[in-house]
């Protein structure tokens, strides 16, 4: 950590800074200039000690500064840019401008960026994740959180502090903007709480300092620097601060100032008043070809290795820690490491063999998935593979806002869920995930994939180990049946090779066609070979990328004139929804009769609920014979 540091030019620069602040925020006529104003001099004093170069953003040794209030966006980027990570006039010129990358809250995109934020509370969680991929990859570095205190009313960041003591992430520092105003007015009176004695109760080590006094600021720094735990700055601060009559007032959190106000604001802070020039940068401004998403892809060494191939009735989930635990031993001395991320669900999802090859990269996160899904997220962003494996109903119902965010991070975290649909049978509804389909359908750059049987999830397991991007993967409880082709091979033997977005034909015919995914499958198999005894032949393609649906197999299916969609899934969002648009969007023509569940289930066994839903072999094969009037 630097040590000469010069006050006097610190001091000059936070003018600057506020100067900044109050002309973006006045120029875009929105904004939260006063929580900008009250943690610049935090942001200022961190990026002059910590290492980095601005020139080289993504250098792996960096320190890493992830601010959760994202809001505060005209401080972060003035800082940035006085450090010399842009140029200070463009990012005031351009803020809150569409097609600028200099956008309402913090993004990625921007270089010195390290976390799009906005969504409170989920900062300290991303910041966990990066200093335990310092760790896990053997990098050092220290990780800075700065949050806003409104945000500490959030459940999720006393996940994020258990975690970090569990983990002892004492190259983790969490800073505090305490100014004790948000929206709707002092925090004491919004929701009253103790903050130090919260964090110090989940043994974080805590300092109050001035916020506005750069030796203080650089003592707690350097303090923090050497602690035996994680540790936190308590910054008291003043909302607005540099501007007498912005100061300690709400208003001002979300508020910009009028452009009558602004000429006082910076004589007072001894700054010209450069606000036409800025108007005229503005209009100049020419969007670019969007950002380059790519920049952010894990590249990897990992290897698949050798297939586990399966002949006798296994459940998916079993299959899915053997080929994790496999590719654990397989890629142990390459330089990409896999991790895997468990909320206290290990035995149901499988992961302990993944555990006992590789320990020290096996992460048990207790049951705190919101902490989990962000962290997660986070960890893939640092050149690492992560497995972050849960029940459907926790690590995506339950964290949706949380994996939307890691959408717009670009991270490269792979979600593998089990316990999905009906198929998780006497757990009751309130376990039954039945919407997966349709909240990925929401996410733009998730893919999704549903692996049809022990063997193709073995498959789809190790196409994965080096693939970048968000993946998510589902799976069932029970035991599935091995798939077989008309000759009673194994379909997803040695010869096949599985490939995003195409679908598979395991079975050929004329009078009808059927699309699966998920674990009807093999009740679907069985009915259509009953069919094909009483002379009905159904063209049968099992989906395993609901998401992509390829033109020419929905052509073929829609010449046979009649669709059938079989899925665990609500019936109103899932595989039915998308073959209706697809065929729309490819004007193809063919009616379309939906097989799903068309409201939540209740306890039972599997079986007694797919034939509550209609979803039975026996239920499927009279459907068929009356739409086909057979």
């Not at 953003?57 to 966006?73: E, K, M, Q, T």
Request: charged share 25%; with cysteine; hydrophobic share 40%.
């Amino acid at each position: 950590m630097k040590t000469n540091i010069n006050i006097d030019d610190l001091l000059a620069r936070s003018k600057a800074a506020r100067a900044a602040i109050l002309n973006m925020t006045t120029l875009a006529g929105s904004g939260h200039p006063g929580g900008s104003m009250s943690s610049i001099d935090l942001l200022l004093a961190l990026y002059s000690v910590i290492r980095c170069e601005p020139e080289h953003p993504f250098l792996a040794d960096r320190d890493r500064v992830v601010v959760s209030n994202g809001h505060i966006s005209p401080a972060v980027y003035s800082a940035l840019a006085l450090r010399g990570y842009f140029d200070l006039d463009d990012a005031i010129s351009q803020f809150r401008l569409f097609g600028s990358k200099f956008e309402g809250h913090i993004e990625r995109e921007v270089p010195g960026v390290e976390w799009s934020s906005g969504n409170l509370g989920q900062g300290l969680s991303a910041g966990a994740g990066m200093a335990l991929a310092s760790r896990v990859n053997q990098i050092p570095y220290r990780v800075y959180v700065l949050m806003g205190d409104g945000e500490q009313q959030k459940g999720q960041i006393s996940e994020a502090r258990r975690f970090a003591v569990k983990y002892k992430l004492n190259n983790l520092t969490a800073l505090i903007d305490y100014n004790r105003l948000q929206i709707s007015g002092n925090i004491s009176d919004v929701m009253p709480q103790n903050i130090r004695l919260n964090w110090e109760s989940d043994g974080w080590q805590v300092w109050e300092i001035d916020g506005h006094s750069y030796p203080e600021i650089f003592q707690a720094l350097e303090k923090a620097s050497r602690a035996a735990q994680p540790a936190l700055i308590l910054a008291h601060t003043v909302m607005g601060k540099g501007v007498p009559f912005m100061e300690n007032l709400a208003k001002y959190h979300g508020s910009a100032l009028p452009e009558d106000q602004l000429p006082e604001a910076l004589q007072t802070l001894g700054q010209p008043n450069r606000l036409d020039e800025f108007k005229k940068l503005r209009e100049k401004f020419k969007p670019a070809n969007g950002h380059d998403g790519q920049r952010f892809d894990l590249r990897c060494d990992l290897q698949p290795g050798r297939p586990i191939l399966y002949e006798k009735e296994t459940d998916n989930r079993s299959a899915w820690g053997a080929a994790i635990a496999d590719l654990a031993e397989t890629n142990k001395k390459k330089n990409t490491p896999i991790v895997v991320v468990d909320c206290d669900l290990q035995a149901s999802v499988k992961t302990a063999a993944f555990e006992k090859a590789t320990p020290d990269r096996f992460i048990q996160a207790g049951i705190m998935e919101q902490n989990s899904a962000v962290l997660s997220g986070a960890l893939s962003t640092c050149g690492i593979q992560v497995f972050w494996s849960d029940f459907g109903i926790f690590g995506l119902d339950e964290v949706y806002n949380m994996q939307r965010l890691n959408d717009i991070n670009h991270t490269n975290l792979k979600t593998v869920l089990t316990h999905v649909g009906i198929d998780v049978g006497e757990d009751g509804k309130t376990h039954q995930c039945v919407d997966y389909i349709g909240l990925l359908r929401n996410l733009y750059n998730f893919r999704l994939i549903c692996p049809a049987d022990p063997n193709q999830t073995d498959l789809v397991t190790r196409w994965l180990v080096n693939k970048p991007g968000n993946y998510l993967v589902t799976m069932g409880r029970s035991k599935l049946p091995i798939l077989h082709d008309e000759d009673g091979k194994v379909f997803y033997g040695p010869k096949y090779s599985f490939e995003y977005g195409k679908a598979d034909v395991l079975r050929v015919g004329n009078d009808g066609s059927v699309f699966v995914t998920g674990t009807p499958v093999g009740r679907a198999l069985k009915a259509v070979d009953i069919l094909r005894e009483e002379g009905i032949y159904l063209h049968l393609i099992y989906v395993s990328s609901p998401l992509s649906i390829e033109r020419e197999i929905l052509e073929t299916a829609a010449k046979t004139g009649v669709i059938f969609s079989v899925e665990d899934h609500n019936v109103r969002s899932g595989l039915g929804s998308i073959l209706a648009d697809r065929l729309n969007e490819e004007r193809l023509c063919a009616r379309l009769v939906k097989l799903g569940l068309g409201s939540y289930a209740g306890s039972g066994s599997p079986e007694a609920l797919y034939r509550w839903a209609g979803l039975g072999s026996a239920d499927i094969v009279a459907r068929v014979k009356k739409e086909l009037g057979k």
